[in-house]
Each structure stands twice: as C-alpha cells, then as structure tokens.
C-alpha cells in the first residue's frame, strides 16, 4: 500500500452517500489519486450538507451508508491500491434539536450528568438565573412570548422512558427527579403512586443509576391506555395558553438545569463555549482524558481496523491545548502502526485545519505532518497578483465606496465590532477569567474588571494571528514576535492606566509560566485564563476577518478568502519559493490546497479575477461606465442607495470572476442558473459584510434592492453583453494561471489536494454553491480520451485541458514517489525582458531532475492570442540558466536538448503555457544512491 501521495476531498451527504463515491473509485484511481479525503463521516444531523454539525460521534452516520457501506468503500479502495483520509471533528458537537443524546443527557441530569463535562460549561455563572444551569438560547421568540404562544408542549416519549418539551425541532428533556410535578396530577392510582418515587430521587445520592429503573417501570406503567390517557390529562394541565397552564409549566422549567431563552440572548449570555457564534455547535473539552477517549473511539478503530490512513482535524486552533491534543492523537496513533493490517502504511498521517497568519509558520514541535494546505493557496494566489494594479485598485475602492483601502483597519474595526456584539459573551467570560486572576494577589487585586475589559479589547482588536499556545510554561517563543506586535498596537490606544493593566495581561497570558506560581489557585486561575483568551482571539479572527472585513474590503476580492493575508495584495515569487523550500524543511508532506468546502470563490475564479490586476485602469473605465448604464436600477432607500457603490463594484467583480468562458449571454436557460447561483452568493455577502444588513437582522428592502439590481445587470441587453464582453477578456489570462497553479500544486514539495471536481474549471462561489453536484459521468468520459494536454489545448474552454494537465503530473507523481516526497527544491531566476513574469524552480532526488517553469502576469503576452498559449515571439529574450542535458517535456512526451546553458522561454513554453520537465543524471557511485526510480 503507497502512503499518501495525491488526496481528493469528497463531501458527503445523503444525495452522495459512500456508495456513491465507490461507483467512482475507479475514476478516481485512473485519475492518480491515492486517498480520498472524506469529510466528516460521523452522525450528524439529520440532512446535514457537510457533516461538520456532529451529533453522535461514536458511528458512521447511517445517512451516509453506516459502517457497512464504509467498508465496502475502503475494499474497494484497497483493491485499487488507494486509501481514506479522514476529517474529523473533535472540537465542537451540534446541540439543540433532539438528536445528541450526550446534550439531551446534560439537559435532563445538569451538572450530575455524566456528560457535563464533555461540554465547556460555566456551572457558576455570575449570573443569578443561570447559576447551576445553563442558558439554552433556542426560541424564535422572547421567553414569555412563546411560553404563552403554546409552542411548548409537554410530553412523554416511550422510547427514551420520559417526559420532556418539545419545540419545533428542539427537545428539552425534564429531570426524573420532578417528574413528580407531573404525575402528581394524574388520575390514575399507579401513576400518582410514581410521583413519590421519583421525588424521592431529590435525596437520593444516586440519583442517575436508581433513575433508570423507574423509568424503566414507569414505561410499564404507561403501556396500558388508561394510563396513557391519564398521562395526557395530566399534560394537558400545563398547556401554557391558558394561565395556570402557563403557570405550571413556568415552574416546571424554572426549575430544570437550563433556562430556556430568546435566541437574540446567546451572544450576550450564553455560559458555555461555541464553534464561533453558532449557538447550534457547543464546545466540547476534548482535553479531558475521558472525553478525548470517547470522541476518537470510532476514528481510532477504523485506523486500527486499517480503513484508515490519515486524519484531519477540523478547527485545531478551537481546543484548549492544540499542542497536547496532537501530541496525544499522534501517540495514539503510532501505537495502532503495528496493529494495522499488513497492506496498510504504518505511519498515519495527521493533519490540522490552522490558519496562517503573515509570517507565522505551524509549530514543530505538535507531532502533525502538516496543515491542510490553506496557506499554499494563499501562496499562489498572491504571485499571480501584479503588484502595480494595488495603487490604481486601491483608489478605485476608495474612491467609489467611500471605505479606506486598509484591510488591517477593516479588520481591527470588525474585531472590535465581533468583541462587542456577536462574541460579548465569550468576550466577557474570558475579562472576568483575567479578573480572578487579578484579585489572586494583593499586588494587582485593585485592578479592576472595567479596566481589564479595555485592556483586554485592544489586545484582541490588534491580535495579528488566529491565536497563541501558552501552556503551563509559558508562551512559546514562535509566538512572542505576535503577541508583540498585538502589544504595541494595543499601546497606542490605551491611557496610561489601562497601559498598567495591558501589561498584566501580558505577563498572565503567558508571558509568566504559569508552573512558576507558588500557589496552586493562582497557577489553575492562570491556565483558566490563558486558555479563555485562547479560545476567544480565534473564533474573532474567524468573524473578522474571514466573515466581515472579506466582505467589507474590495480592492480585490481574489485577495479575500479562507486562510489569505488580505493585507497583502501581492507576493513576490522569491517568497513563494522561501516558503516551498521551508515546507520542504519541515513538513514535506504537507497538503496542498487551491480550493476547499471553506473557500468563498473558486480556484478560477481567483485566477481570472487576478488578471485585474494587470489592467486595472481599462478595468476602472468599465467600471465607470457600468455605473452610468446601471443608474435606473439603483432604488434610493431611505438610508441610502442601494446597492451601496461598494457592495455595487463587489457585484462587477464577481461577474467578471465567475462568468464561465462556455456562458453565452443568449443562452436564456444557462443565464437564469447563473442569476440564481449569483443572487445566493450576494444575499450572504451582504449578511457577512453587516453593513447594510445582517444575519441577526436582516435589512428585506435592502436586500430586495440588491438582488433586483443584480439581476437587471444580467437581463437587460447592453449591460448584460458589455459585463459579458469584459469577462471574455479575462478568459485566457484566467485560464493561464488556472493551468499555472494547477502545476505548482502537483509539483512544489508537498501533498496535493484536489477539490471534488476541481480536476475541470472551477467557478464555484461560497457554500453551499461549491458543494454543488459533480458530474462525474463527463470527467469519466473526458478522461477515457485520454487527451494530451497538448490536444486538449484547443478546447480550453471545457475544462479538459486542465484534467489532463492534472492527470499527466499525477501520473508523474506515482512513476517518481521519492523525488515528490524527498527531493529537494532550488529556485530558478529567469533574465531577460519578462523575467519577473516566470517562476521556475528544480528539484531534485536520487539521479532525477524535474524542472518546473510556470508564467505569471501574463495578460500583456496573451495580447492577440485565441487560446491560452503564450507565442514564442512575445517572451522575447526571457531565457532560463540550465544545467546542460538532455530533458523529456513530461506534459507533450517532447525532448529538450539543453546543449547550451541558456534557454529561452520560447523553446521552453512553445506547447503549453506551463512546461514540466524531467532528466535522467548520471551518478557518481561512490557518492549517490543507485536510482530505484
């Protein structure tokens, strides 16, 4: 069994099941990947489109398939000489609804429940109402208001043995041990009997073990109909229409572990921890030994089992103790190497979901392979953006939308805004965690909580990373340089007071080894506090920078998306090629991503939209001229026009982006999917921007205003066909970097991932569009051609120039494992009139040499050409330096005799605008390794 070479993230859900995927296998092998890479398979709720809102992580969701359809997968894998990976996703289950049975349990039994510790629960809330208890902010309206509407509604479900409330789609379980204020008013001997019995479980130590039984007996009890009727009466009385209804079932929930509440309450009150602000997705505390061995149960056997050879960990920079969690994972698993079947690898790989910020690098010291790639595609992007088009876009932005051009200022201005409205909560338990810290010596117990709080703020606000990992010693020296850098922001807007307070924080927050505190409360109070203020920087950075300011800032909105440094508009390529060769270093096999389930645009639409940079006053003059023909779409609301003339040349940008080179502006059905497609996309944008509306209160007119303009864009004639012509414009250029960064990702040091159907164009936008079905029986039948990259040149348009690009480097990748896995990286510098537009680099490994040489920038090349080939002529005396040989052109079967040292463009691209090329060296016995290649 190979390990992992080439990865194919697949999203499962009911509509494709694991068995569908196992029609595929041999698409997928033919194609050259080694292991799909499933998202999560776990139960999740029911209907679920991604997997990532878990229920019960102990099965494979039957939804899916169950465990049945799972090991008919992996043999068929097997048998193809392929692999699985696997997503999992331990920092977060879903709760609410009626589906997690570990929730309902910490519903039903509170903070005796076996389960309460599963989840990031404040017991001993500040709060009076919630002390005990834990806020569940579930109801579509304020509490009275649904109390009195009769939604509420008391039962009694046989097959759990107990009563409960049921919501809409929510349950909310009573405690046996008040069952009795139930049975009490039942009209039948035995059931008033069983009211004693379970009120007697108020005084008894085990409550939860003698529980069991009586339900158990009660359910026997309620077998017969006259019971049941009795039952029904009984619960009929706390029908909270009428008012001593309502009083009753008042008293019965006030006295239960949760306090039911208005879903508005959640970011204000809420006393446990969620995935970001998604109330529906509760924290569980993966760190405690119990609960780690309960989550990873299942994935650990299915490693075991051999059906699995690598995970994925969703969300790493969630959980207390990124480090810990992964050393433990990683130890667990190589324990499982010699247990494995036989045709399994012995190493599992292990990756995280981390989030890169500028100049931060995945710590080595974690026991993983690597992230899951999301930094390489920010890599790529930003080569493929001309630095000279930032001034000139940047003016454009501001000059129409009225916003600064600074995409850290958006940021901290979101940071702040999230700080204070979506994560108040999370905000304030985190200040009131630094407060007892305070009042833990007598040196800094005058600090006071308001002070903390607006120190606290800035140090967020100007945070320059998802987060730090402090542990009990301290901050680790990969972290200082950020937590710096977050000080000396948070400086300068801070008085002279807080500035005292702000450097409290910083020595709390780990720049003072907890294990160094004499006293065992004050270190416990101090990891408390470092880890809330861990687990608060990443869920802002998420709202803030993925989910607002990429929606808020413009410039280029290729420059926005999961994982990218928005403040950069571009990257050279010697920083591209330093951060290769440190992957190379430090996790070769790291994935290699250019789009995921996560990604706001698709990797072509990135790539077409980066050709604006080139031409960015041709792109302001259309623009310009859009604005003059689109007048009579715009509405005048009251506060103000609509669309806005930001979230208007947002609308432009992402026409020219994602209008597929086969959409003919004629074609009435393929412009009204389109339309559709589209007007999805912009409904979220305008949400996530929450300028002019918002999730959590929706602007209908604003949004009305906008979808009716986007929409007379594309259905009236002259605006419709100029847009349409504008984004003909960028076809050829798009698809030169589309084929570019296809390249790099098969070839740089790393593993690369490829996006389910990403092997065509992809054009996708945001979720749920990028989740779209594929079709698979057209990429069979592309690939059954078995076309050259070469021939399917003239054909550009319909994707399967990039399929067999994909193909022909995937094939490579298998022929020649140990130069991909262990060869080195040296980067190549072009001369000549367009050496700025090439980015080239060898590698090399046991007697082989691969040659990489990709174009950038390339629109001012393309000038009159019909396809995506650059002509021989306009590279001009743009050459390479080579080492004299004799190459083979991996991509059209074509030798290159490289006789002389110099070697131009032209000879070099004359085919195909990406070239790939390999060598045979001779060795030297007595110095190398023979060539087992």
């Known amino acids: ?81 392929m692999g699985l990976v696997l997503d999992i996703v331990p920092n977060h289950l879903a709760v609410g609804g009626s589906q997690n049975p570990w929730w309902l349990n910490v519903l039903t039994w509170g903070s005796d429940s076996p389960y309460a510790k599963f989840f990031d629960i404040d017991w001993h809330s500040p709060d009076p109402a919630l002390a005990g208890k834990l806020l569940v902010p579930f109801l579509g309206a304020p509490y009275a208001e649904v109390l009195r ?47 004693a019995f379970f009120e007697s479980l108020q005084q008894n130590e085990d409550a939860y073990g003698t529980a069991q039984g009586m339900c158990a007996q009660l359910n026997k009890v309620m077998e017969s109909a006259a019971a049941q009727k009795a039952a029904r009466a009984a619960t009929a009385l706390f029908d909270a229409t009428n008012a001593h209804g309502a009083t009753r079932l008042h008293a019965l929930l006030e006295r239960q572990h949760y306090r039911l509440a208005w879903w508005r309450t959640a970011s204000d009150e809420i006393n446990w921890r969620r995935f970001f602000d998604v109330t529906e997705l509760g924290g569980v505390r993966v760190e405690i030994p119990d609960v780690f061995d309960a989550v990873h149960a299942l994935p650990l056997r299915l490693v075991e089992k051999g059906w699995v050879d690598g995970l994925r960990v969703d969300h790493v920079d969630g959980l207390a103790d990124p480090r810990g969690y992964c050393l433990r994972l990683r130890q667990r698993l190589d324990a499982l190497a010699e247990k494995r079947p036989l045709n399994a690898p012995r190493h599992v790989a292990l990756y995280v979901e981390k989030i890169l910020g500028d100049g931060e690098t995945l710590h080595t010291d974690w026991g993983v392979d690597g992230t899951s790639g999301y930094e390489f595609m920010n890599e790529v992007s930003g080569i493929q953006h001309d630095p000279a088009g930032r001034e000139p876009l940047r003016r454009l932005w501001h000059d129409m939308s009225g916003r600064e051009a600074d995409f850290p200022a958006e940021v901290r201005l979101a940071r702040r805004e999230v700080l204070n409205s979506l994560l108040a909560s999370e905000f304030s338990a985190c200040a009131r965690a630094l407060h007892r810290v305070a009042r833990a010596r007598l040196e800094s117990r005058d600090i006071t909580l308001a002070g903390i709080r607006r120190a606290l703020e800035a140090l967020v606000v100007h945070f320059p990373i998802y987060r730090s990992y402090a542990d009990a010693a301290g901050r680790p020296a990969a972290d200082a340089p950020f937590f710096a850098e977050a000080m000396l922001g948070a400086r300068d807007v801070l008085s002279p007071p807080d500035t005292a307070v702000l450097e409290a924080l910083e020595r709390w927050l780990g720049g003072e080894a907890p294990q160094a505190c004499a006293k065992d409360e004050e270190r416990q109070l101090r990891q408390h506090a470092i880890t809330r203020f861990q687990q608060l920087t990443s869920p802002v950075a998420a709202k803030a920078v993925e989910d607002t300011a990429g929606y808020r800032s413009a410039v280029l909105i290729s420059r926005n998306d999961v994982g990218f440094d928005g403040e950069h508009f571009s990257h050279t390529p010697e920083r591209f090629h330093k951060a290769n060769a440190q992957r190379a270093r430090d996790f070769p096999q790291s994935m290699l991503t250019t789009a995921t389930h996560d990604h706001k645009r698709g990797e072509d639409i990135r790539a077409r939209l980066a050709a604006l940079s080139e031409a960015p006053a041709r792109f302001s003059a259309q623009v310009e001229r859009w604005r003059r023909m689109a007048a009579p779409l715009r509405q005048a609301l009251p506060d103000g026009p609509a669309p806005s003339p930001g979230d208007e040349l947002i609308v432009y940008q992402i026409l020219l982006g994602a209008w597929p080179p086969t959409l003919d502006p004629q074609d009435d059905d393929g412009m009204r999917q389109f339309i559709e497609r589209l007007t999805e996309w912009q409904l979220k944008a305008l949400r996530e921007a929450k300028l002019r509306s918002h999730w959590l209160w929706p602007d209908d007119a604003y949004e009305a205003a906008c979808r009716e303009f986007l929409e007379g864009l594309l259905t009236t004639p002259a605006l419709r066909d100029s847009i349409a012509a504008a984004a003909r414009e960028l076809d050829l250029p798009g698809a030169v970097n589309g084929l570019a960064q296809t390249v790099l990702r098969l070839t740089v040091p790393g593993v690369p991932d490829l996006y389910q159907g990403g092997e065509f164009w992809d054009y996708s936008l945001v979720d749920p569009d990028n989740r779209r079905p594929i079709d698979y029986a057209l990429r069979q039948a592309a690939l059954d051609e078995a076309l050259s990259p070469a021939k399917a ?39 000549g009139e367009h050496a700025h537009r090439v980015v080239a680099f060898t590698r090399r490994y046991s007697g082989h040499q691969l040659l990489v040489v990709v174009p950038r920038l390339a629109t001012p090349l393309l000038s009159g050409a019909e396809r995506p080939l650059i002509a021989p002529p306009a590279w001009g005396d743009t050459s390479l330096q080579l080492s004299p040989g004799n190459w083979h052109n991996v991509l059209t079967e074509a030798p290159l005799d490289t006789g002389s040292a110099s070697v131009y463009l032209a000879t070099l691209l004359c085919d195909l605008p990406v070239g790939v090329f390999l060598r045979e060296e001779h060795l030297d016995s007595s110095t190398s390794t023979p060539s087992h290649l």
């Open 1 to 81: 069994m190979n390990d992992i070479r080439a990865t194919l993230r697949l999203q499962f859900h009911r509509d494709f099941t694991l068995t569908d995927a196992e029609r595929w296998v041999d698409y997928y092998a033919a194609l050259g990947i080694s292991h799909l890479y499933a998202s999560p398979l776990q139960v999740s709720r029911a209907g679920s489109a991604h997997g990532y809102d878990g229920v019960d992580p102990t099965r494979i969701d039957p939804e899916l398939g169950g465990e049945a359809a799972l090991e008919s997968l992996v043999s068929r894998l097997r048998k193809r000489g």
């Open 149 to 195: 509407s009769g939604e509420l509604a008391l039962g009694y479900d046989a097959d759990t043995a107990g009563f409960h409330i049921d919501y809409h789609e929510h349950r909310f379980p009573i405690d046996p041990r008040h069952y009795g204020d139930i049975l009490r008013f039942a009209e039948h001997n035995t059931l008033y009997e069983q009211a």
């Open 793 to 831: 040149l003239p054909t550009w348009r319909d994707g399967r120039v990039k399929q067999a690009l994909t193909a022909r480097l995937l094939a490579l990748r298998s022929r020649h494992l140990a130069l991909f896995a262990h060869g080195d990286y040296q980067p190549l510098t072009a001369t």
